[in-house]
Protein backbone atom coordinates (compact mmCIF):
# COMPACT_ATOMS: atom_id res chain seq x y z
CA UNK A 1 0.00 0.00 0.00
CA UNK A 2 2.91 2.26 0.76
CA UNK A 3 4.56 1.20 -2.50
CA UNK A 4 1.54 2.35 -4.10
CA UNK A 5 0.75 5.90 -2.42
CA UNK A 6 5.14 6.62 -3.04
CA UNK A 7 4.54 6.24 -7.14
CA UNK A 8 0.58 7.93 -7.12
CA UNK A 9 2.68 10.78 -5.60
CA UNK A 10 5.61 10.61 -7.72
CA UNK A 11 3.02 10.55 -11.08
CA UNK A 12 1.55 13.65 -9.41
CA UNK A 13 4.71 15.89 -8.68
CA UNK A 14 5.94 14.55 -12.62
CA UNK A 15 2.74 16.07 -14.20
CA UNK A 16 2.33 19.38 -12.01
CA UNK A 17 6.36 20.09 -13.02
CA UNK A 18 5.57 19.12 -16.92
CA UNK A 19 5.91 21.90 -18.92
CA UNK A 20 2.48 22.99 -20.27
CA UNK A 21 2.16 24.76 -23.61
CA UNK A 22 -0.51 26.94 -24.62
CA UNK A 23 -2.13 28.34 -27.26
CA UNK A 24 -3.43 32.03 -27.54
CA UNK A 25 -6.88 30.56 -27.41
CA UNK A 26 -6.46 28.10 -25.03
CA UNK A 27 -4.72 30.85 -22.75
CA UNK A 28 -7.99 32.88 -23.42
CA UNK A 29 -10.38 30.24 -22.26
CA UNK A 30 -8.22 29.06 -19.11
CA UNK A 31 -7.38 33.34 -18.02
CA UNK A 32 -11.44 33.67 -18.28
CA UNK A 33 -12.71 30.69 -16.66
CA UNK A 34 -10.28 31.77 -13.73
CA UNK A 35 -10.42 35.42 -13.72
CA UNK A 36 -10.95 36.80 -10.52
CA UNK A 37 -12.96 39.98 -11.94
CA UNK A 38 -15.17 38.54 -13.74
CA UNK A 39 -16.56 36.43 -10.88
CA UNK A 40 -17.40 39.56 -9.24
CA UNK A 41 -18.87 40.52 -12.22
CA UNK A 42 -21.07 37.71 -12.72
CA UNK A 43 -22.03 38.09 -9.70
CA UNK A 44 -23.17 41.47 -9.65
CA UNK A 45 -25.15 40.17 -12.77
CA UNK A 46 -27.06 37.85 -10.47
CA UNK A 47 -27.89 40.22 -7.78
CA UNK A 48 -28.89 42.60 -10.73
CA UNK A 49 -31.34 39.73 -11.91
CA UNK A 50 -32.40 39.01 -8.44
CA UNK A 51 -33.87 42.53 -8.04
CA UNK A 52 -35.70 41.99 -11.12
CA UNK A 53 -37.57 39.52 -9.25
CA UNK A 54 -37.73 41.69 -6.18
CA UNK A 55 -39.12 44.53 -8.02
CA UNK A 56 -41.41 42.39 -10.00
CA UNK A 57 -42.97 40.67 -6.85
CA UNK A 58 -44.14 43.81 -5.49
CA UNK A 59 -46.43 44.33 -8.15
CA UNK A 60 -48.18 40.78 -6.97
CA UNK A 61 -50.62 40.18 -4.80
CA UNK A 62 -49.36 39.73 -1.38
CA UNK A 63 -50.17 36.66 1.15
CA UNK A 64 -49.44 36.74 5.13
CA UNK A 65 -50.79 34.48 7.36
CA UNK A 66 -50.72 35.53 11.16
CA UNK A 67 -51.57 33.20 14.47
CA UNK A 68 -51.80 33.58 18.25
CA UNK A 69 -52.88 32.87 21.38
CA UNK A 70 -54.11 35.36 24.58
CA UNK A 71 -54.73 34.00 27.84
CA UNK A 72 -57.15 36.56 29.55
CA UNK A 73 -57.68 37.74 32.73
CA UNK A 74 -60.43 36.70 34.54
CA UNK A 75 -63.58 38.86 34.99
CA UNK A 76 -67.29 38.53 35.85
CA UNK A 77 -69.33 37.89 32.69
CA UNK A 78 -71.72 39.54 31.08
CA UNK A 79 -74.92 39.62 32.86
CA UNK A 80 -78.39 41.51 32.95
CA UNK A 81 -80.84 41.47 35.66
CA UNK A 82 -84.78 41.99 35.78
CA UNK A 83 -86.97 42.44 38.78
CA UNK A 84 -88.90 39.66 37.61
CA UNK A 85 -86.39 37.02 37.50
CA UNK A 86 -84.66 36.02 40.54
CA UNK A 87 -81.54 35.51 39.07
CA UNK A 88 -79.17 37.56 36.17
CA UNK A 89 -79.47 36.79 32.59
CA UNK A 90 -76.02 35.64 31.20
CA UNK A 91 -75.63 37.73 27.91
CA UNK A 92 -71.87 36.55 27.22
CA UNK A 93 -69.79 34.24 28.76
CA UNK A 94 -66.10 35.07 29.82
CA UNK A 95 -63.71 32.95 27.83
CA UNK A 96 -60.11 33.12 29.37
CA UNK A 97 -58.17 31.54 26.18
CA UNK A 98 -58.11 32.94 22.95
CA UNK A 99 -57.04 31.74 19.61
CA UNK A 100 -56.52 33.44 16.06
CA UNK A 101 -55.78 32.33 12.39
CA UNK A 102 -55.66 35.24 9.84
CA UNK A 103 -55.12 35.10 5.90
CA UNK A 104 -54.07 38.88 5.05
CA UNK A 105 -54.02 39.52 1.03
CA UNK A 106 -53.10 42.66 -0.51
CA UNK A 107 -53.08 43.76 -3.95
CA UNK A 108 -51.49 47.06 -4.90
CA UNK A 109 -53.78 49.36 -7.61
CA UNK A 110 -52.20 51.75 -7.74
CA UNK A 111 -48.84 53.73 -6.14
CA UNK A 112 -48.61 56.78 -7.89
CA UNK A 113 -46.24 54.96 -10.33
CA UNK A 114 -44.20 54.12 -8.17
CA UNK A 115 -43.76 50.36 -8.33
CA UNK A 116 -43.81 50.27 -11.90
CA UNK A 117 -41.54 52.59 -12.04
CA UNK A 118 -39.41 50.44 -9.66
CA UNK A 119 -39.89 47.49 -12.35
CA UNK A 120 -38.41 49.45 -15.19
CA UNK A 121 -35.21 50.95 -13.01
CA UNK A 122 -34.84 47.40 -12.03
CA UNK A 123 -34.94 45.89 -15.31
CA UNK A 124 -32.69 48.60 -16.88
CA UNK A 125 -30.33 48.37 -14.45
CA UNK A 126 -29.92 44.48 -14.85
CA UNK A 127 -29.41 45.31 -18.41
CA UNK A 128 -26.22 47.79 -17.58
CA UNK A 129 -24.71 44.99 -15.51
CA UNK A 130 -24.89 42.58 -18.20
CA UNK A 131 -22.99 45.24 -20.78
CA UNK A 132 -20.59 45.93 -17.83
CA UNK A 133 -20.46 42.03 -17.80
CA UNK A 134 -19.06 41.81 -21.14
CA UNK A 135 -17.35 44.92 -20.99
CA UNK A 136 -15.50 43.06 -18.19
CA UNK A 137 -14.80 40.10 -20.34
CA UNK A 138 -13.34 42.20 -23.07
CA UNK A 139 -10.73 44.01 -20.08
CA UNK A 140 -9.79 40.55 -18.65
CA UNK A 141 -8.87 38.96 -22.43
CA UNK A 142 -7.13 42.35 -23.01
CA UNK A 143 -4.60 41.93 -19.66
CA UNK A 144 -4.46 37.87 -20.92
CA UNK A 145 -3.35 39.34 -24.60
CA UNK A 146 -1.20 41.84 -23.22
CA UNK A 147 0.62 38.85 -20.99
CA UNK A 148 0.62 36.17 -23.76
CA UNK A 149 2.24 38.69 -26.61
CA UNK A 150 4.27 40.41 -23.91
CA UNK A 151 5.97 37.17 -22.82
CA UNK A 152 6.21 36.08 -26.69
CA UNK A 153 8.54 39.10 -26.80
CA UNK A 154 10.53 38.36 -24.33
CA UNK A 155 10.87 34.71 -25.18
CA UNK A 156 12.25 36.04 -28.82
CA UNK A 157 14.56 38.54 -27.22
CA UNK A 158 15.97 36.24 -25.03
CA UNK A 159 16.35 33.69 -28.65
CA UNK A 160 17.64 36.66 -30.48
CA UNK A 161 20.52 37.18 -27.69
CA UNK A 162 21.21 33.66 -27.62
CA UNK A 163 21.98 33.31 -31.14
CA UNK A 164 24.38 36.57 -31.01
CA UNK A 165 26.10 34.98 -28.05
CA UNK A 166 26.37 32.13 -30.51
CA UNK A 167 27.87 34.03 -33.34
CA UNK A 168 29.84 36.23 -31.24
CA UNK A 169 31.27 32.99 -29.70
CA UNK A 170 32.24 31.56 -33.11
CA UNK A 171 33.84 35.41 -33.56
CA UNK A 172 35.90 34.80 -30.62
CA UNK A 173 37.01 31.17 -31.19
CA UNK A 174 37.97 32.63 -35.12
CA UNK A 175 40.18 35.23 -33.81
CA UNK A 176 41.52 33.26 -30.97
CA UNK A 177 42.51 30.85 -34.51
CA UNK A 178 43.80 34.22 -36.43
CA UNK A 179 45.57 35.40 -33.45
CA UNK A 180 47.53 31.81 -33.58
CA UNK A 181 48.40 32.37 -36.66
CA UNK A 182 49.56 35.96 -36.53
CA UNK A 183 46.71 37.07 -38.33
CA UNK A 184 44.97 39.05 -35.48
CA UNK A 185 46.38 40.76 -32.64
CA UNK A 186 45.77 40.46 -29.09
CA UNK A 187 43.61 43.72 -29.16
CA UNK A 188 41.40 42.23 -31.72
CA UNK A 189 40.81 39.43 -28.97
CA UNK A 190 40.03 41.70 -25.98
CA UNK A 191 37.66 43.39 -28.04
CA UNK A 192 35.52 40.29 -29.32
CA UNK A 193 35.67 39.29 -25.06
CA UNK A 194 34.56 42.39 -24.07
CA UNK A 195 31.78 42.36 -26.94
CA UNK A 196 30.73 38.78 -25.56
CA UNK A 197 30.99 39.55 -22.07
CA UNK A 198 28.49 42.20 -22.98
CA UNK A 199 25.59 40.30 -24.68
CA UNK A 200 26.37 37.51 -21.65
CA UNK A 201 25.33 40.93 -19.57
CA UNK A 202 22.25 41.35 -21.98
CA UNK A 203 21.37 37.86 -21.66
CA UNK A 204 20.90 37.38 -18.01
CA UNK A 205 19.08 40.72 -17.75
CA UNK A 206 17.01 39.32 -21.08
CA UNK A 207 16.16 35.81 -19.14
CA UNK A 208 15.46 37.57 -15.68
CA UNK A 209 12.60 39.63 -18.20
CA UNK A 210 11.75 36.52 -19.24
CA UNK A 211 10.89 35.07 -16.33
CA UNK A 212 9.28 37.60 -15.31
CA UNK A 213 6.63 38.23 -18.35
CA UNK A 214 6.24 34.04 -17.49
CA UNK A 215 5.27 34.93 -14.35
CA UNK A 216 2.59 37.70 -15.23
CA UNK A 217 1.31 35.58 -17.82
CA UNK A 218 0.81 33.20 -15.54
CA UNK A 219 -1.00 35.30 -13.20
CA UNK A 220 -3.27 36.29 -16.04
CA UNK A 221 -4.41 33.94 -16.71
CA UNK A 222 -5.25 32.43 -12.74
CA UNK A 223 -2.36 30.04 -12.62
CA UNK A 224 0.46 29.84 -9.76
CA UNK A 225 3.14 32.03 -10.39
CA UNK A 226 6.00 29.28 -10.64
CA UNK A 227 3.91 27.62 -13.21
CA UNK A 228 6.31 26.17 -15.93
CA UNK A 229 4.15 27.71 -18.76
CA UNK A 230 5.43 28.00 -22.57
CA UNK A 231 3.31 29.31 -25.08
CA UNK A 232 2.68 28.06 -29.05
CA UNK A 233 2.30 30.99 -31.52
CA UNK A 234 2.03 30.12 -35.49
CA UNK A 235 2.98 33.22 -38.04
CA UNK A 236 1.87 36.62 -36.98
CA UNK A 237 -0.01 38.08 -40.37
CA UNK A 238 1.35 41.19 -41.44
CA UNK A 239 -1.27 42.04 -43.60
CA UNK A 240 -2.65 45.01 -43.33
CA UNK A 241 -6.34 45.99 -42.80
CA UNK A 242 -8.03 49.02 -44.03
CA UNK A 243 -10.16 51.12 -41.51
CA UNK A 244 -12.04 54.22 -42.20
CA UNK A 245 -11.88 56.23 -38.99
CA UNK A 246 -15.05 57.85 -39.42
CA UNK A 247 -16.80 53.97 -39.28
CA UNK A 248 -14.27 53.26 -36.12
CA UNK A 249 -16.10 55.77 -34.25
CA UNK A 250 -19.27 55.38 -35.22
CA UNK A 251 -19.17 51.80 -34.52
CA UNK A 252 -17.48 52.52 -30.66
CA UNK A 253 -20.31 54.85 -30.09
CA UNK A 254 -22.77 52.05 -30.86
CA UNK A 255 -21.31 49.10 -29.36
CA UNK A 256 -19.05 49.94 -26.68
CA UNK A 257 -20.35 47.88 -23.48
CA UNK A 258 -19.16 50.96 -21.22
CA UNK A 259 -21.45 53.49 -23.38
CA UNK A 260 -24.43 50.84 -22.97
CA UNK A 261 -24.10 50.53 -19.37
CA UNK A 262 -24.64 54.05 -18.62
CA UNK A 263 -27.05 55.18 -21.16
CA UNK A 264 -29.12 52.49 -19.20
CA UNK A 265 -28.22 53.99 -16.15
CA UNK A 266 -29.68 57.35 -17.40
CA UNK A 267 -32.78 55.93 -18.56
CA UNK A 268 -32.66 54.41 -15.08
CA UNK A 269 -31.99 57.77 -13.46
CA UNK A 270 -35.58 59.39 -15.69
CA UNK A 271 -37.83 56.60 -14.19
CA UNK A 272 -35.79 57.57 -10.33
CA UNK A 273 -37.33 60.52 -11.09
CA UNK A 274 -40.89 59.47 -11.80
CA UNK A 275 -40.27 56.87 -8.22
CA UNK A 276 -38.91 59.67 -6.45
CA UNK A 277 -42.79 62.21 -7.63
CA UNK A 278 -45.11 59.22 -6.39
CA UNK A 279 -45.68 60.54 -2.93
CA UNK A 280 -47.56 63.36 -4.78
CA UNK A 281 -50.27 60.65 -5.54
CA UNK A 282 -52.14 58.84 -3.60
CA UNK A 283 -51.82 54.65 -2.94
CA UNK A 284 -54.05 52.83 -3.47
CA UNK A 285 -54.71 48.51 -2.76
CA UNK A 286 -57.14 45.50 -2.73
CA UNK A 287 -57.53 44.07 0.81
CA UNK A 288 -59.06 41.15 1.77
CA UNK A 289 -58.59 39.07 4.98
CA UNK A 290 -59.92 35.45 6.39
CA UNK A 291 -59.85 34.99 10.09
CA UNK A 292 -60.77 32.10 11.93
CA UNK A 293 -60.92 32.57 16.08
CA UNK A 294 -61.72 31.21 18.82
CA UNK A 295 -63.79 32.60 20.13
CA UNK A 296 -64.83 35.15 16.90
CA UNK A 297 -65.33 38.37 17.72
CA UNK A 298 -68.39 38.72 15.70
CA UNK A 299 -70.06 36.57 16.69
CA UNK A 300 -72.85 37.61 19.78
CA UNK A 301 -72.71 36.57 22.10
CA UNK A 302 -69.11 34.75 21.83
CA UNK A 303 -69.25 31.03 22.01
CA UNK A 304 -66.31 28.80 23.18
CA UNK A 305 -65.50 27.42 19.49
CA UNK A 306 -63.89 28.31 16.47
CA UNK A 307 -65.79 30.72 13.46
CA UNK A 308 -64.61 31.74 10.25
CA UNK A 309 -65.35 34.99 8.96
CA UNK A 310 -63.90 37.51 6.03
CA UNK A 311 -63.60 40.87 4.86
CA UNK A 312 -62.67 42.23 1.58
CA UNK A 313 -62.13 46.33 1.13
CA UNK A 314 -60.00 48.69 -1.13
CA UNK A 315 -57.48 50.97 1.16
CA UNK A 316 -56.57 54.62 0.18
CA UNK A 317 -53.59 56.03 1.19
CA UNK A 318 -52.52 59.75 0.62
CA UNK A 319 -49.38 62.00 2.18
CA UNK A 320 -51.32 65.42 1.94
CA UNK A 321 -48.03 67.10 3.63
CA UNK A 322 -43.97 65.50 4.30
CA UNK A 323 -42.24 68.94 4.76
CA UNK A 324 -40.78 69.35 1.56
CA UNK A 325 -39.32 65.30 1.73
CA UNK A 326 -40.90 64.61 -2.00
CA UNK A 327 -40.07 67.66 -3.60
CA UNK A 328 -36.14 66.87 -1.75
CA UNK A 329 -36.19 63.40 -3.23
CA UNK A 330 -37.38 64.44 -6.74
CA UNK A 331 -34.71 67.11 -6.89
CA UNK A 332 -32.06 64.90 -5.92
CA UNK A 333 -32.90 62.24 -8.47
CA UNK A 334 -33.14 65.33 -11.14
CA UNK A 335 -29.80 66.17 -10.71
CA UNK A 336 -28.53 62.22 -10.39
CA UNK A 337 -30.13 62.36 -14.03
CA UNK A 338 -28.05 65.68 -15.29
CA UNK A 339 -24.96 63.81 -14.09
CA UNK A 340 -25.31 60.92 -15.53
CA UNK A 341 -26.41 62.23 -18.76
CA UNK A 342 -22.74 64.25 -18.37
CA UNK A 343 -21.02 61.27 -17.79
CA UNK A 344 -22.12 59.81 -20.59
CA UNK A 345 -20.95 62.28 -23.29
CA UNK A 346 -17.89 63.03 -21.63
CA UNK A 347 -17.35 59.27 -22.17
CA UNK A 348 -18.44 59.57 -25.55
CA UNK A 349 -15.79 61.49 -26.08
CA UNK A 350 -13.32 59.83 -24.41
CA UNK A 351 -14.14 56.73 -26.84
CA UNK A 352 -13.72 58.95 -29.77
CA UNK A 353 -10.10 59.90 -28.31
CA UNK A 354 -9.10 56.64 -27.83
CA UNK A 355 -10.04 55.10 -30.99
CA UNK A 356 -8.53 57.47 -32.73
CA UNK A 357 -5.04 57.60 -30.71
CA UNK A 358 -5.35 53.33 -31.12
CA UNK A 359 -6.29 53.55 -34.95
CA UNK A 360 -3.10 56.07 -35.41
CA UNK A 361 -0.79 53.67 -33.45
CA UNK A 362 -2.10 50.73 -35.15
CA UNK A 363 -1.54 52.19 -38.61
CA UNK A 364 2.40 53.45 -37.54
CA UNK A 365 2.38 49.60 -35.86
CA UNK A 366 1.93 48.27 -39.52
CA UNK A 367 4.74 50.85 -40.77
CA UNK A 368 7.41 50.29 -38.07
CA UNK A 369 6.69 46.73 -39.17
CA UNK A 370 7.78 47.04 -42.76
CA UNK A 371 10.72 49.28 -42.25
CA UNK A 372 12.43 46.74 -39.72
CA UNK A 373 11.68 43.94 -41.85
CA UNK A 374 13.69 45.39 -44.25
CA UNK A 375 16.10 46.24 -41.36
CA UNK A 376 16.96 42.46 -40.84
CA UNK A 377 17.29 41.14 -44.49
CA UNK A 378 19.95 44.57 -44.74
CA UNK A 379 21.45 43.52 -41.77
CA UNK A 380 21.36 40.06 -42.44
CA UNK A 381 22.54 41.04 -45.67
CA UNK A 382 25.19 43.46 -43.81
CA UNK A 383 26.45 40.82 -41.75
CA UNK A 384 26.74 38.00 -44.09
CA UNK A 385 29.31 40.59 -46.19
CA UNK A 386 31.31 41.31 -43.01
CA UNK A 387 31.75 38.08 -42.21
CA UNK A 388 32.85 37.13 -45.35
CA UNK A 389 35.59 39.48 -45.77
CA UNK A 390 36.57 39.02 -41.97
CA UNK A 391 36.79 35.72 -42.86
CA UNK A 392 39.04 36.68 -45.87
CA UNK A 393 41.08 39.00 -43.76
CA UNK A 394 39.60 42.12 -45.64
CA UNK A 395 37.21 43.37 -43.16
CA UNK A 396 38.69 44.18 -39.45
CA UNK A 397 37.45 42.42 -36.31
CA UNK A 398 35.70 45.77 -35.42
CA UNK A 399 33.58 45.99 -38.36
CA UNK A 400 32.32 42.78 -37.82
CA UNK A 401 31.46 43.37 -34.19
CA UNK A 402 29.51 46.42 -35.07
CA UNK A 403 27.74 44.01 -37.93
CA UNK A 404 26.49 41.68 -35.06
CA UNK A 405 25.92 44.18 -33.11
CA UNK A 406 23.21 45.92 -35.85
CA UNK A 407 22.02 42.34 -36.71
CA UNK A 408 20.99 41.98 -32.93
CA UNK A 409 19.31 45.39 -32.95
CA UNK A 410 17.10 45.09 -36.31
CA UNK A 411 16.23 41.67 -35.12
CA UNK A 412 15.15 42.52 -31.72
CA UNK A 413 13.26 45.62 -33.63
CA UNK A 414 11.41 43.24 -35.53
CA UNK A 415 9.95 41.10 -32.82
CA UNK A 416 8.97 44.22 -30.87
CA UNK A 417 7.52 45.74 -33.77
CA UNK A 418 5.39 42.19 -34.88
CA UNK A 419 4.08 42.49 -31.11
CA UNK A 420 3.61 46.07 -31.13
CA UNK A 421 1.75 45.61 -34.17
CA UNK A 422 -0.20 42.44 -32.79
CA UNK A 423 -1.75 44.37 -29.83
CA UNK A 424 -2.43 47.48 -31.84
CA UNK A 425 -4.66 45.19 -33.74
CA UNK A 426 -6.31 44.07 -30.16
CA UNK A 427 -6.77 47.47 -29.10
CA UNK A 428 -7.97 48.89 -31.91
CA UNK A 429 -10.75 46.13 -31.94
CA UNK A 430 -11.09 46.59 -28.22
CA UNK A 431 -11.78 50.35 -28.31
CA UNK A 432 -14.12 49.94 -31.14
CA UNK A 433 -16.52 47.51 -28.85
CA UNK A 434 -15.51 44.29 -30.76
CA UNK A 435 -15.36 40.95 -28.62
CA UNK A 436 -11.42 40.28 -28.64
CA UNK A 437 -12.11 37.07 -26.64
Known amino acids: MKKILI?????????????????????????????????????????????????????????????????????????????????????????????????????????????????????????????????????????????????????????????????????????????ANGLATKNDVLKIEVQYSSIQLQKIEADNLLDIARMTFNQSIGLPLDSKTEIEVGDISTAIVEYNLNNLISEAKNNRNELKSLQYRVDASNKNITASQSSWFPSLFLIGDYYYSKPNSRYLPAVDEFKNTWDVGVQLSWSLWNWGLTSSQTTIAEQNKIQAEVSLSQLKDAVEIEVYQNYLTFKRSYDKVKVSKLGVEQAEENYRMIKDKYNNQIASSTDLIDAETALLAAKTNYVNSLVDYEMSKVRLDKSVGKKIY
Request: glycine share 4%; no cysteine.
Open 7 to 179: ITLISISSLFSQVTKLTLRESLEIGMKNSKELKISHSKLISATAQVTSANSQLLPQLGFSAGYMRLSDIPPFEVSLPILPKPIQISPVILDNYSLKLSLQQPLFTGFRLTSLKDIAQLNLKAAESDFNGNKNDEALKILSGFWNYYKAQQNDKVLEENLQQMKQHLDDTKNFA
